[in-house]
Structure formats: structure tokens, C-alpha cells
């Protein structure tokens, strides 16, 4: 018998492009939020739901959602997810057939076509699992460390220094929050549009230590409005790394396209898809 008389759900493109309508309109409809935007934790949730990934053992990662479990939901690294996981439930409401994993990489997908950023071709097939493989904590990078333990933390997953720099441009987005890592600010003066400025700041601006009770951040010495964790500024101090922000920093259209290309990989790590990379979709961004 079919999938259609046992009640099994298939999506089509097009069920999955009015996924990505309905989140593409709470984006617009729910605007008070932070700076005006849930996008940035968005495009946070589908990294840190993604960046678990462990190639060695091929666990973790998009496919499971185990971030809704207390364990995982817990760890340190995903403090204020929650307020993208919800913003995320009437989604799901009213497209239940999705899994959650799907969801949240598809959101992230169009947090970041809507904030003006790349087309993200994303496919689906993730498939939600219980509480038994939530990942142990720790897998996710600590900004208080240097560049050997960016290249540790995502050479585990499988990057290689250039995608490490660029995934790291997600920066130019959100916010840190003190009751969240303990780390203030935002990195970028247009922390809801996806540009290269993060690159551009990283090089341009002198950079020096914030003086605060909170944890030792850099804060820029015009303006002191913007920050850097300890590990961007690894990204200047160590000279491999430091060539790509300088290529970045200097094409958008590179950044745009390398971009893209590493958050496909991110959110497709060690997700046993039955489809083929040719089947992903572009999803249509909204028209305002
Ligand atoms: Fe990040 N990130 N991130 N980050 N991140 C934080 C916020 C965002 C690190 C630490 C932090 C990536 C890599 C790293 C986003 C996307 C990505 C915060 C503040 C810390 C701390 C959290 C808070 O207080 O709310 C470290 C360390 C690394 C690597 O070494 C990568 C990779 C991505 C995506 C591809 C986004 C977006 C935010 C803003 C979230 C918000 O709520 O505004």
C-alpha cells in the first residue's frame, strides 16, 4: 500500500516553501525582539543544533533535535535558545508533518535569506530522535579560548580553515546577552542584515580589551559600542586564518558564495539523507 493510504504526509517543494512563508512572515510580524529581529537566534539554533556534529563517531548534529531534551537544552552553549525554539512551536502547529530537525535548519535557511544574506539550498529528511542521543556537552566552541581550539572543536566536525573563517562571518548578526554567555554587545552596527562588516571591523578597527566585571571581551576604541569574543580575534592573530578574513573582508560576493557553501555542509553533517545534493531547494525569498 502507498504512503497516501497509510496517512504518511509527503511534502512537496512546495509544502516546504510555505514553511518558509510562515517563518518568513512571523519574522516581519514578531519585530520586537532584540534588534528588531528573532533571524540572528534563529540562524544561532540551526548552528548549535548542527555544530554537535562529531565525524570521528558520526554523532550529533541537525538530524535529531535532541536539543529539546534537558540535557542538551541545558548545556551552557544554548542559554536564550529557547526563544528561537518557541518562536518556532506555531510553526510547527500548523505544519506538523515536519520534523523539528527539518524545521529548524529550514529556519535558519530563511533567517538568513530574509536578512538579506545568500540563497541556502537546503533539503529535507532529518528525522526527530528521543532523549537517549542527546550529544555530552561540551562540543560546541567556548569564546574564551584561542585558535587551537577552533581548529579542534570544527576539524571535529570535518571543516577546513577556510570554511572555519566563514562560518564565523555569521557574526555580522545578533547579539551577545549578559544573561546568556555573560559576553554584551553585538559585533556589527546592522546586526539583523547578513554582510561581510564583521571582517571588515575585525581589520579596521582598533580592537582592546572592554573593562567590565563580565568576561574579558575587546570592545572597539571609536565607538566602544561593538565587541569581539577572544576567539574572532584569534582569526586576526593567527596568519592562515587571517588571510580569509582579509579575502572577505575585501569581496562580498567571495564571502557571499563561500558562506553559503560551508552553512550546506553545517546543516546537512552526518544527516543520512536518502535524497541527492541535486535535490535540494532554493527557497524563493519574500517579497517586501
Ligand atoms: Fe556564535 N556566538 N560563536 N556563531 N553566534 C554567539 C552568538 C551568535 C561563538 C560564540 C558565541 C558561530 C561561531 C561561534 C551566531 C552564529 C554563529 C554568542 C552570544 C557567543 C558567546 C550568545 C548570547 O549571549 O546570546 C564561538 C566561540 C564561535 C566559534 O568559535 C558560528 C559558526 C555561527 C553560525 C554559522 C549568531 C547568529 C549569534 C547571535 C545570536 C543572537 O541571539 O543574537
Excluded at 542559554?79 to 505544519?95: I, M, Q, S, T, Y
Excluded at 574564551?144 to 566563514?166: C, L, P, T, W, Y
Aim: aromatic share 12%; with cysteine.
Amino acid at each position: 500500500s502507498s504512503d497516501e493510504t497509510q496517512g504518511i504526509f509527503k511534502a512537496t517543494k512546495e509544502d516546504y516553501q510555505k514553511v518558509y512563508d510562515e517563518i518568513a512572515r512571523l519574522l516581519v510580524d514578531k519585530d520586537d525582539y532584540d534588534d528588531g529581529s528573532y533571524g540572528p537566534v534563529l540562524v544561532r539554533l540551526a548552528w548549535h543544533a548542527s555544530g554537535t556534529y562529531d565525524a570521528a563517531t558520526n554523532t550529533g548534529g541537525s538530524n535529531g533535535a535532541t536539543m529539546r531534551f534537558a540535557p542538551e537544552g541545558d548545556h551552557g552553549a544554548n542559554a536564550g535558545l529557547k526563544h528561537a525554539r518557541d518562536f518556532l512551536e506555531p510553526v510547527k502547529e500548523k505544519f506538523p508533518w515536519i520534523s523539528y530537525s527539518d524545521l529548524w535548519t529550514l529556519a535558519g535557511v530563511c533567517a538568513i535569506q530574509e536578512m538579506q544574506g545568500p540563497i541556502i539550498p537546503w533539503r529535507p529528511g532529518r528525522q526527530d530522535r528521543d532523549v537517549a542521543f542527546c550529544t555530552p556537552d561540551g562540543r560546541l566552541p567556548d569564546a574564551s579560548k584561542d585558535q587551537n581550539h577552533i581548529r579542534a572543536i570544527f576539524g571535529r566536525m570535518g571543516f577546513d580553515d577556510r570554511e572555519m573563517v566563514a562560518l564565523s562571518g555569521a557574526h555580522s548578526l545578533g547579539r551577545c546577552h549578559t544573561d546568556r554567555s555573560g559576553y554584551d554587545g553585538p559585533w556589527a552596527f546592522s546586526p539583523t542584515v547578513v554582510t561581510n562588516e564583521y571582517f571588515r571591523l575585525l581589520l579596521d578597527e582598533k580592537w582592546g580589551w572592554k573593562k567590565w566585571n563580565g568576561p574579558a571581551q575587546y570592545e572597539d576604541q571609536s565607538t566602544k559600542s561593538l565587541m569581539m569574543l577572544p576567539t574572532d580575534m584569534a582569526l586576526i592573530k593567527d596568519k592562515e586564518f587571517k588571510k580569509h578574513v582579509e579575502r572577505y573582508a575585501k569581496d562580498s560576493q567571495v564571502f557571499f558564495k563561500e558562506f553559503s557553501d560551508v552553512i550546506v555542509k553545517l546543516l546537512e553533517l552526518g544527516v543520512p539523507f536518502e535524497s541527492k545534493p541535486e535535490d535540494r531547494i532554493s527557497f524563493k525569498v519574500s517579497d517586501d
